[in-house]
């Protein structure tokens, strides 16, 4: 069956610290992928996604992830995390038609002063 | 540009009550869709729809009834609401050409006592 799993559901860190959280999936054939960040109180939001093309993406906020196709991976990574980044993220995955999403657990950042 | 609208943000019901969860998008997109969730669980579709006059079941249907009369509405209904059914609905819009990449409403939270 179609999966995508997050590696860490809790993260804590400082900020200036580096950030990666580990996304994996489950696919038989093509698919695209994404990050989406929800923000207390807010919606989910789209950070980047991955079609086709060059595996690394950027997106918003200055993250950015590499999309492994070997492995099955799309981590999520951001080299200097600030305090407004604490917020719930989540990898999803989409293939066939109707635009159908599979989501990961995800995980929540807390990014401390 | 209000984008995807959903009504109302809280509702507390008993068991066994019935009621509507209102979506309502203004970008002309083809696919909607409800997701609910979960606490380590990420989101789940619900149910989705292509178009007007067509809906389908996603991951977890039972328990909820959709229907699309316009591009524009895609209301949610719980039609004999259970403690397992407290959840975070969110409702997500998009393009048919958008390979996967949605919008999504703020989300209503919904505790059934």
């Known amino acids: 069956a179609q999966s995508v799993s997050q590696h860490n559901h809790h993260v804590i860190l400082s900020e200036a610290a580096s950030l990666e959280l580990g996304c994996n999936y489950s696919y038989g054939g093509t698919v695209n992928l994404f990050w989406y960040v929800q923000y207390p109180g807010q919606h989910l939001q789209l950070l980047l996604k991955y079609f086709s093309g060059d595996p690394l993406v950027k997106g918003i906020k200055g993250f950015e992830a590499e999309f492994i196709k070997s492995k099955f991976s799309f981590n999520l990574r951001k080299p200097s995390v600030q305090w407004s980044d604490t917020a719930e993220y989540f990898c999803?995955?989409?293939?066939?038609?109707?635009?159908?999403?599979?989501f990961g657990a995800g995980t929540r950042l807390a990014v401390h002063p | 540009n209000a984008g995807v609208t959903q009504t109302p943000k809280f509702q507390v019901l008993k068991t066994g009550q019935s009621m509507t969860l209102q979506c309502a998008q203004d970008m002309n997109h083809e696919y909607m869709s409800w997701y609910r969730q979960d606490p380590g669980m990420g989101l789940r579709l619900i149910h989705y729809?292509?178009?007007?006059?067509?809906?389908d079941q996603g991951e977890v249907p039972n328990g909820y009834n959709v229907s699309r009369s316009t591009t524009e509405d895609f209301p949610l209904r719980l039609l004999s609401a259970a403690p397992s059914q407290t959840s975070v609905y969110f409702c997500?819009?998009?393009?048919?050409?958008?390979?996967?990449?949605?919008?999504f409403g703020q989300g209503t939270r919904l505790t059934v006592v």
């Open positions: 997500a819009s998009s393009y048919a050409s958008s390979e996967g990449e949605a919008f």
């Open positions: 729809s292509v178009g007007a006059g067509i809906t």
């Open positions: 999803a995955a989409c293939s066939g038609g109707y635009n159908k999403l599979i």
